[in-house]
């Protein structure tokens, strides 16, 4: 029996959709870009899987990014790119459609304008977690709303609530001087209140530091997700006796559904380390899922293109160990979420197309070009272990 694993990255997209001017993004290219800006990128194993000729594909445009030799092994590699169906270009929505689902409905979003949430929402949420009152209430980068509150927030004891152009509330608290427990259980009020208002997530957002320049998000964010409207690839996997194993927020996005482990990881390093073990002690018949959230939460969303790049190396240095430990049935996906442009104005994530690398010892070599919907990786799956397939999506397993 084989194994499936899922490197997914975060906000990696590589050209923008072709609904991209709906949402502001036409020219968006959070690949390309990066690439522009650092000449030199080196990530020549992502070349080899065939990154940059998915990359090309969508834009017309070469990339150089590969100046050392790749590792060599019995590897081939299909590889394309793949459009988004769902209406959104959120994380919730990515995960739950490259998962065979697509978010066809809107989301409830809260406005960037002052005051973001409602009265009547915030005096709820007071009343049940016995709070005089919030901080923000606004739409804002979540290191710099610490950087502007985290001071105050210390000297009253307030939570601070703010949003993005994502449908989510976020609440920011020290983790120390107000605790994680007491935020969890807040984020945990604030989830069900919002019901009504169809919004994806609540996002607790704990920091440490004593002073608005030390101010330091920690590793113990929790997302609080609304369940997926239908069955996803991992709960049919899970169903039929797979065991999926979740890394980093995984478990979070999917609200725990067809998870039968979740493992805590954060940073690049150590969400590797967790993946590369659950590679090596995960039994036949599992799905192996890990995001890797740096490149969204660390670089796309702070605009930090050379940080994006170096991150972008690392995980290209670590491919080696991953393919030395894939069995000979195991079957690979590198692919991302929605895109993240660090050289976009603002701040928010970008609507692009998302690479779709499938590789292993058994994969036959391909082109499979666009893909219609990121549930075509689903659908694959889905074949590869026997599944029904799924309404949306078509299999690639066999191109």
């Known amino acids: 029996m084989s194994r499936a694993i899922i490197l997914m990255m975060d906000s990696f997209g590589i050209g923008g959709a072709p609904d991209a001017c709906m949402f502001g993004d036409d020219g ?19 070349m080899m899987l065939g990154l940059g000729k998915a990359a090309e594909a969508t834009t017309g445009l070469q990339r150089e990014a590969g100046l050392q030799d790749p590792v060599k092994l019995s590897l081939h590699s299909k590889y394309g790119h793949a459009v988004e169906i769902s ?12 998962a065979g689902v697509p978010v066809l409905q809107e989301w409830g979003y809260f406005p960037k304008s002052y005051p973001s949430f409602p009265d009547r929402l915030v005096q709820r949420i007071c009343a049940r977690a016995n709070l005089s009152g919030i901080l923000g209430n606004k739409a804002a980068s979540g290191t710099e709303i610490i950087k502007e509150l985290g001071e105050k927030h210390l000297q009253t004891g307030l939570p601070i609530f703010y949003t993005s152009a994502d449908s989510c ?32 997530r609540i996002i607790a957002r704990p920091f440490v530091g004593n002073v608005a320049e030390d101010f330091t998000r920690t590793g113990n964010r929790r997302d609080y997700s609304v369940t997926p409207p239908a069955p996803t690839l991992l ?71 050379k940080g994006y790049a ?16 894939l069995k000979e049935d195991d ?69």
């Open 28 to 46: 968006a290219d959070t690949f390309g870009h990066i690439a522009k800006v650092n000449l030199g990128l080196n990530i020549p194993n992502l």
């Open 87 to 98: 209406k959104a270009k959120d994380t919730t929505s990515g995960h739950w459609e490259m």
């Open 169 to 200: 509330l976020q609440i920011a608290a020290h983790e120390k001087r107000f605790g994680l427990d007491k935020l969890y259980e807040l984020c945990q009020i604030a989830f069900e209140e919002v019901k009504p208002y169809r919004i994806a």
């Open 235 to 305: 709960d049919k996997f899970k169903e039929t006796g797979g065991t999926v194993v979740a890394i980093g927020k995984i478990s979070d996005i999917y609200a725990g559904c067809g998870i039968s482990q979740s493992i805590h990881a954060t940073g690049l390093e150590e969400l590797w380390n967790a993946t590369l073990k659950a590679v090596r002690e995960a039994p036949n018949n599992s799905l192996i899922f890990t995001n890797f959230v740096d490149f969204d939460m660390l670089y796309g969303h702070r605009r930090d293109v």
């Open 310 to 325: 170096r991150a972008l190396e690392y995980f290209d240095r670590r491919l080696p160990e991953f393919f030395a430990l």
């Open 331 to 399: 079957l690979a996906f590198v692919t991302a979420d929605h895109g993240n442009d660090p050289t976009w104005e603002g701040t928010d994530h970008t609507r692009e197309q998302v690479p779709v690398l499938m590789f292993g010892h058994q994969v036959t070599s391909a082109d499979i070009g666009k893909r219609d919907t990121f549930a075509d990786i689903a659908q694959t799956i889905a074949e590869f272990f026997n599944l029904p397939p799924f309404e949306y999506g078509r299999s690639f397993l066999k191109d």
